[in-house]
Protein backbone atom coordinates (compact mmCIF):
# COMPACT_ATOMS: atom_id res chain seq x y z
CA UNK A 1 0.00 0.00 0.00
CA UNK A 2 1.37 3.19 -0.89
CA UNK A 3 1.61 6.46 0.85
CA UNK A 4 -0.98 8.15 -1.17
CA UNK A 5 -3.28 5.08 -0.58
CA UNK A 6 -3.28 5.00 3.24
CA UNK A 7 -3.83 8.31 3.69
CA UNK A 8 -7.17 8.25 1.22
CA UNK A 9 -8.01 5.40 2.97
CA UNK A 10 -7.57 6.60 6.42
CA UNK A 11 -9.83 10.10 5.43
CA UNK A 12 -12.54 7.50 4.68
CA UNK A 13 -12.38 5.96 7.41
CA UNK A 14 -12.28 9.50 8.98
CA UNK A 15 -15.46 10.46 7.40
CA UNK A 16 -17.29 7.60 7.94
CA UNK A 17 -16.76 7.74 11.60
CA UNK A 18 -17.82 11.39 11.33
CA UNK A 19 -21.17 10.60 9.71
CA UNK A 20 -21.63 7.90 11.97
CA UNK A 21 -21.54 9.96 15.00
CA UNK A 22 -24.09 12.84 13.63
CA UNK A 23 -26.15 10.31 12.77
CA UNK A 24 -25.47 9.14 16.91
CA UNK A 25 -26.30 12.75 17.71
CA UNK A 26 -29.90 12.33 15.74
CA UNK A 27 -30.06 16.42 15.49
CA UNK A 28 -32.80 17.72 14.03
CA UNK A 29 -33.99 20.25 12.02
CA UNK A 30 -33.00 23.33 14.32
CA UNK A 31 -29.76 21.96 15.58
CA UNK A 32 -28.80 21.42 11.69
CA UNK A 33 -29.98 24.92 10.80
CA UNK A 34 -27.33 25.91 13.62
CA UNK A 35 -24.64 23.93 12.39
CA UNK A 36 -24.60 25.45 9.23
CA UNK A 37 -24.80 29.13 10.92
CA UNK A 38 -21.12 27.67 12.60
CA UNK A 39 -19.80 26.02 10.32
CA UNK A 40 -18.28 23.24 11.80
CA UNK A 41 -15.82 25.73 13.49
CA UNK A 42 -17.83 24.70 17.17
CA UNK A 43 -15.87 21.95 18.81
CA UNK A 44 -18.89 19.14 20.19
CA UNK A 45 -17.57 17.99 23.18
CA UNK A 46 -16.97 21.02 25.90
CA UNK A 47 -20.81 22.87 24.68
CA UNK A 48 -22.46 19.43 25.13
CA UNK A 49 -20.92 19.21 29.26
CA UNK A 50 -21.70 22.61 29.86
CA UNK A 51 -25.16 21.94 28.99
CA UNK A 52 -25.37 18.53 30.75
CA UNK A 53 -24.56 20.45 34.28
CA UNK A 54 -27.26 23.30 33.34
CA UNK A 55 -29.99 20.62 32.33
CA UNK A 56 -29.43 18.96 35.82
CA UNK A 57 -29.54 22.54 37.49
CA UNK A 58 -32.51 23.46 35.68
CA UNK A 59 -34.39 20.30 36.32
CA UNK A 60 -33.19 20.38 40.33
CA UNK A 61 -34.90 23.96 40.58
CA UNK A 62 -37.72 23.12 39.08
CA UNK A 63 -38.91 20.37 37.19
CA UNK A 64 -42.23 20.27 38.19
CA UNK A 65 -43.72 24.01 38.17
CA UNK A 66 -44.03 24.56 34.41
CA UNK A 67 -42.30 27.41 34.15
CA UNK A 68 -38.91 29.04 33.29
CA UNK A 69 -36.69 25.81 34.94
CA UNK A 70 -38.65 23.15 32.45
CA UNK A 71 -37.69 25.42 29.12
CA UNK A 72 -34.25 26.37 30.50
CA UNK A 73 -32.71 22.80 29.63
CA UNK A 74 -33.80 22.43 25.85
CA UNK A 75 -33.27 26.15 24.64
CA UNK A 76 -29.88 25.74 26.42
CA UNK A 77 -28.57 22.50 25.16
CA UNK A 78 -29.78 23.89 21.52
CA UNK A 79 -28.13 26.68 22.11
CA UNK A 80 -24.74 25.16 23.21
CA UNK A 81 -24.78 22.02 20.91
CA UNK A 82 -26.67 22.97 18.24
CA UNK A 83 -23.75 25.16 16.37
CA UNK A 84 -21.55 22.05 16.95
CA UNK A 85 -23.33 19.37 14.79
CA UNK A 86 -21.68 20.23 11.43
CA UNK A 87 -18.37 19.78 13.40
CA UNK A 88 -16.45 16.60 11.87
CA UNK A 89 -16.19 15.31 15.78
CA UNK A 90 -12.57 14.33 14.86
CA UNK A 91 -11.24 14.72 18.74
CA UNK A 92 -10.31 12.03 20.78
CA UNK A 93 -13.12 12.19 22.98
CA UNK A 94 -15.85 13.67 20.40
CA UNK A 95 -17.40 9.89 20.94
CA UNK A 96 -18.75 11.15 23.82
CA UNK A 97 -20.96 13.70 22.40
CA UNK A 98 -23.54 11.09 21.36
CA UNK A 99 -24.31 9.35 24.52
CA UNK A 100 -23.88 12.50 26.54
CA UNK A 101 -26.96 14.35 24.77
CA UNK A 102 -28.76 10.83 24.85
CA UNK A 103 -28.14 11.16 28.40
CA UNK A 104 -29.42 14.96 28.57
CA UNK A 105 -32.85 13.95 26.14
CA UNK A 106 -33.70 10.73 27.88
CA UNK A 107 -33.55 12.32 31.40
CA UNK A 108 -34.69 15.02 30.61
CA UNK A 109 -37.95 13.38 29.41
CA UNK A 110 -38.04 11.15 32.00
CA UNK A 111 -37.38 13.90 34.96
CA UNK A 112 -40.33 16.19 33.51
CA UNK A 113 -42.81 13.26 32.83
CA UNK A 114 -42.40 12.05 36.42
CA UNK A 115 -42.71 15.62 38.17
CA UNK A 116 -45.87 16.60 35.95
CA UNK A 117 -47.51 13.17 36.99
CA UNK A 118 -47.61 11.55 33.18
CA UNK A 119 -48.14 8.25 33.91
CA UNK A 120 -45.55 6.11 34.31
CA UNK A 121 -45.82 3.50 31.26
CA UNK A 122 -46.42 6.18 28.78
CA UNK A 123 -42.98 7.92 30.11
CA UNK A 124 -41.71 3.89 29.47
CA UNK A 125 -43.02 3.79 25.85
CA UNK A 126 -41.82 7.09 24.85
CA UNK A 127 -38.55 6.67 26.21
CA UNK A 128 -38.71 2.87 24.41
CA UNK A 129 -39.57 4.59 20.98
CA UNK A 130 -36.65 6.78 21.30
CA UNK A 131 -33.96 3.44 22.36
CA UNK A 132 -35.02 1.48 19.63
CA UNK A 133 -34.67 4.68 16.91
CA UNK A 134 -31.27 5.16 18.27
CA UNK A 135 -30.26 1.15 18.84
CA UNK A 136 -31.42 0.80 14.91
CA UNK A 137 -29.48 3.67 13.73
CA UNK A 138 -26.23 2.49 15.58
CA UNK A 139 -26.97 -1.37 14.06
CA UNK A 140 -27.88 -0.38 11.13
CA UNK A 141 -24.69 1.97 10.44
CA UNK A 142 -22.47 -0.95 11.46
CA UNK A 143 -23.95 -3.18 8.74
CA UNK A 144 -22.87 -0.80 5.92
CA UNK A 145 -26.90 0.51 6.04
CA UNK A 146 -27.72 4.20 6.45
CA UNK A 147 -31.45 5.44 7.64
CA UNK A 148 -32.47 7.97 5.38
CA UNK A 149 -32.49 11.75 5.53
CA UNK A 150 -35.84 12.50 6.15
CA UNK A 151 -36.05 10.06 9.00
CA UNK A 152 -34.59 12.13 10.97
CA UNK A 153 -35.77 15.55 10.05
CA UNK A 154 -39.58 13.92 10.43
CA UNK A 155 -38.62 12.25 13.94
CA UNK A 156 -37.76 15.93 15.13
CA UNK A 157 -34.16 15.39 16.51
CA UNK A 158 -33.55 15.01 20.67
CA UNK A 159 -33.97 19.23 19.91
CA UNK A 160 -37.62 19.12 18.37
CA UNK A 161 -38.77 16.31 21.07
CA UNK A 162 -36.99 18.17 23.88
CA UNK A 163 -38.97 21.58 23.11
CA UNK A 164 -42.00 20.25 22.42
CA UNK A 165 -42.12 18.15 25.87
CA UNK A 166 -41.33 21.33 27.28
CA UNK A 167 -43.82 23.86 25.53
CA UNK A 168 -46.72 20.48 27.21
CA UNK A 169 -45.21 21.66 30.63
CA UNK A 170 -45.27 24.95 29.92
CA UNK A 171 -49.25 24.72 29.02
CA UNK A 172 -50.35 22.46 31.86
CA UNK A 173 -50.74 19.30 28.49
CA UNK A 174 -47.92 17.15 29.16
CA UNK A 175 -49.64 14.06 28.89
CA UNK A 176 -51.55 14.11 25.74
CA UNK A 177 -48.06 15.32 24.40
CA UNK A 178 -46.42 12.14 25.32
CA UNK A 179 -49.08 10.16 24.07
CA UNK A 180 -48.66 11.97 20.35
CA UNK A 181 -45.00 11.65 20.65
CA UNK A 182 -44.87 8.12 21.38
CA UNK A 183 -47.42 7.09 19.04
CA UNK A 184 -45.91 9.32 16.05
CA UNK A 185 -42.62 7.99 16.56
CA UNK A 186 -43.35 4.70 17.76
CA UNK A 187 -45.47 4.50 13.77
CA UNK A 188 -42.57 6.50 12.07
CA UNK A 189 -39.19 4.58 13.66
CA UNK A 190 -40.77 1.51 13.56
CA UNK A 191 -42.54 1.57 10.11
CA UNK A 192 -39.13 2.89 8.71
CA UNK A 193 -37.08 0.15 10.35
CA UNK A 194 -39.18 -2.54 9.16
CA UNK A 195 -39.32 -1.47 5.68
CA UNK A 196 -35.73 -0.64 5.15
CA UNK A 197 -34.69 -4.46 6.74
CA UNK A 198 -37.30 -5.85 4.61
CA UNK A 199 -36.36 -4.51 1.09
CA UNK A 200 -32.44 -4.74 2.09
CA UNK A 201 -30.01 -7.44 1.78
CA UNK A 202 -28.54 -7.53 5.18
CA UNK A 203 -25.46 -9.43 3.56
CA UNK A 204 -24.53 -6.70 1.21
CA UNK A 205 -26.06 -3.85 2.34
CA UNK A 206 -27.02 -3.23 -1.02
CA UNK A 207 -28.66 0.08 -2.17
CA UNK A 208 -28.22 1.71 1.35
CA UNK A 209 -24.09 2.32 1.26
CA UNK A 210 -23.12 5.59 3.15
CA UNK A 211 -22.24 7.74 0.46
CA UNK A 212 -19.15 9.47 1.80
CA UNK A 213 -18.88 11.86 -0.70
CA UNK A 214 -21.94 12.78 -0.43
CA UNK A 215 -21.97 13.26 3.09
CA UNK A 216 -18.64 15.42 3.22
CA UNK A 217 -20.01 17.64 0.95
CA UNK A 218 -22.75 18.43 3.20
Given at each position: ??????????????QKRAA??????????????LGQLARGQLPPLAPVLVAAVLTVVAL???????????????????????PSATHPHGGRLDWLVPPLIRAIEYG????????????EPLVYTLL???????????????????????????????????LIAAIAAVFDVTTPVYAALALYLGVLFGWESVRTWVETDKRTGKGAEIDLEEEAGA
Open positions: MTAATATEAAELRAELRAYRDDGPIARASLGAGIGELPALLAPVSLLLLAGYLAVLGFALDVPAVLVYHHYDTVYRTRQGLWPPEWVFQAGLGWDGRM
